[in-house]
Structure formats: structure tokens, C-alpha cells
């Protein structure tokens, strides 16, 4: 169990579906394994309107109900230094609880536009997984 599982490619490469394959292997095989996927906006966005109702603890524990918790395009909020700390605030309490994280990015760790050093090597402890979309051949 790699915890947190991170997958990244470009625009289009099949993260979404892969987290989708993933989401209903899980499903399929663990009826009893809850998961949450959700995208990267309504995450952020779920984030600043717990923070500003000051409903953060709630939030957590909202998603401490989940097993996995699947967070597709981690990469659109982090250029917010207020998203960062609350971010990693959040995902290291999923992970002292067992829950597994899994994220999707269009760019890896090392090149998300991050200013805390330790949002990198959150991910560095984990599985990290590039995706490289297959060449399409021309029906000619």
C-alpha cells in the first residue's frame, strides 16, 4: 500500500480514467472500503468555505469517513499559498488515519509550483506514477 498514490501526465493521457478504473476495482472487489473521488476545484473550494465558516474539524471529519479519498487535479489549486498548508494539513491527518490518498496532477511532485518543501516530500514518501498517452495512429 503506497500512501499517497500520485499519478500525473498531460492533458488527456487517462489519469481521470485510470482514478475511475481504480475507484470501481476498489467497488468491485471491497464492497466494504468507502471512497470519495472529487476534483481538485471542488475540493479547494470545499477547503476555503470550511476554513472560512471555521468548520475546518468538520470537514476532516467528513472525510475521515472515507477509506480512499481520490482528489483528481491536486495541481489547479497549489499555486495558492493559503491552499498549501491547508492542503498538507489536511492530507497528513488522512494518512495518520490509514486512509489512503490518491491525487492526480498534469505535472509531478518536483515540478508543481509548491513553496513549502514539505508538500514535496509528502508525496515523496508515497508511489508516484507517471502516464504518457499512447500516439494515436492515423486510420490512413
Not at 478504473?21 to 467497488?27: D, G, L, Y
Not at 492542503?87 to 494518512?95: I, R, S, T
Not at 498534469?106 to 500516439?135: C, N, T
Request: aromatic share 12%; charged share 25%; with cysteine.
Amino acid at each position: 500500500r503506497y500512501n499517497p498514490f500520485f499519478l500525473y501526465g498531460k492533458w488527456g493521457s487517462g489519469k481521470t480514467h485510470l482514478l475511475r478504473a481504480i475507484e470501481n476495482a476498489i467497488k468491485k472487489r471491497h464492497k466494504e472500503i468507502k471512497t470519495l473521488y472529487i476534483i481538485g476545484e471542488e475540493f479547494y473550494s470545499d477547503l476555503v468555505e470550511a476554513v472560512r465558516g471555521r468548520a475546518f474539524n468538520k470537514l476532516k471529519s467528513y472525510y475521515q469517513n472515507y477509506d480512499v479519498v481520490m482528489i483528481d487535479g491536486i495541481d489547479v489549486f497549489l499555486n495558492k499559498e493559503f491552499a498549501q498548508g491547508v492542503v498538507m494539513e489536511f492530507l497528513d491527518a488522512l494518512c495518520a488515519n490509514n486512509k489512503q490518498v490518491i491525487v492526480t496532477s498534469e505535472l509531478p511532485p518536483l515540478r508543481l509550483p509548491v513553496i513549502q518543501d514539505h508538500f514535496r516530500s509528502f508525496y515523496d514518501g508515497g508511489l508516484i506514477v507517471g502516464i504518457v498517452a499512447q500516439k494515436k495512429k492515423s486510420s490512413e
